[in-house]
């Protein structure tokens, strides 16, 4: 071999080697762009997912929390009826427990004049044979108002009496607890509007 020819496989070679790092460095970026076209889309489709992920929870969570608001207010709303409904209850009771007081107590101003009124209605109700059976704490009052009827057994209650046939057949009771029970009962809206509006 030629010392010449020594010179041009070396330039060969070099040439060769250098095409082949050529090529290589060619590959090796076009590979490496592929993959960071590649990754941008797997990250482009990751943040597109995650973003609709998103978007269907925050719709869901703000479904949910104006649900759980609806059903709060409501909740509340019936807590509140119930307990004015509570409180009005509360109210009546309390008035109707002091209007039984003021009846029981013998002391009672307009005691004597309900009494008449009562033996009044008594004597157009029933021929003058039948009974008075008296509450005791107007025993006395009954006895200076009865006329010709007997005064008999007294019975249980706020006040007023019973008036009975002698042979217990028929009786009208003039209590003040029955008469206030029916008033009571007649005229509970009317009390209703009087406390509450």
Same mark, same amino acid.
């Given at each position: 071999?030629?010392?010449? *020819?020594?010179?041009?496989?070396?330039?060969?070679?070099?040439?060769?080697?250098?095409?082949?790092?050529?090529?290589?460095?060619?590959?090796?970026?076009?590979?490496?762009?592929?993959?960071?076209?590649?990754?941008?889309?797997?990250? *482009?489709?990751? $943040?597109?997912?995650?973003?609709?992920?998103?978007?269907?929870?925050?719709?869901?969570?703000? !479904?949910?929390?104006?649900?759980?608001? !609806?059903?709060?207010?409501?909740?509340? !709303?019936?807590?509140?009826?119930?307990?004015?409904?509570?409180?009005?209850?509360?109210?009546?009771?309390?008035?109707?427990?002091?209007? $039984?007081?003021?009846?029981?107590?013998?002391?009672?101003?307009?005691?004597?004049?309900?009494?008449?009124?009562?033996?009044? $209605?008594?004597?157009?109700?029933?021929?003058?044979? #039948?009974?008075? !059976?008296?509450?005791?704490?107007?025993?006395?009052?009954?006895? *200076?108002?009865?006329?010709?009827?007997?005064?008999?057994?007294?019975?249980?209650?706020?006040?007023? #009496?019973?008036?009975?046939?002698? *042979?217990?057949?028929?009786?009208?009771?003039?209590?003040?607890?029955?008469?206030?029970?029916?008033?009571?009962?007649?005229?509970?809206?009317?009390?209703?509007?009087?406390?509450?509006?």
């Amino acid at each position: 071999m030629a010392v010449g *020819d020594d010179g041009g496989i070396k330039m060969t070679l070099e040439t060769l080697a250098n095409d082949i790092a050529a090529s290589a460095d060619a590959d090796a970026k076009a590979i490496i762009d592929e993959a960071k076209a590649e990754a941008k889309q797997i990250i *482009d489709e990751a $943040k597109s997912k995650a973003s609709a992920i998103t978007g269907d929870a925050s719709s869901r969570a703000e !479904r949910e929390a104006s649900q759980i608001s !609806r059903e709060v207010v409501a909740s509340a !709303r019936q807590a509140n009826q119930k307990a004015i409904l509570i409180a009005k209850r509360e109210a009546m009771d309390s008035t109707h427990a002091a209007v $039984k007081e003021q009846l029981a107590d013998p002391g009672f101003k307009g005691r004597a004049s309900m009494l008449k009124s009562l033996v009044s $209605k008594a004597n157009k109700l029933a021929s003058a044979d #039948f009974i008075i !059976r008296p509450v005791e704490v107007d025993r006395k009052a009954l006895g *200076d108002l009865k006329g010709k009827r007997k005064l008999g057994e007294s019975v249980d209650g706020l006040g007023g #009496f019973i008036l009975e046939a002698a *042979d217990s057949s028929v009786s009208y009771d003039m209590r003040f607890d029955t008469l206030l029970e029916n008033a009571w009962g007649k005229s509970l809206s009317e009390v209703n509007k009087i406390l509450f509006e």
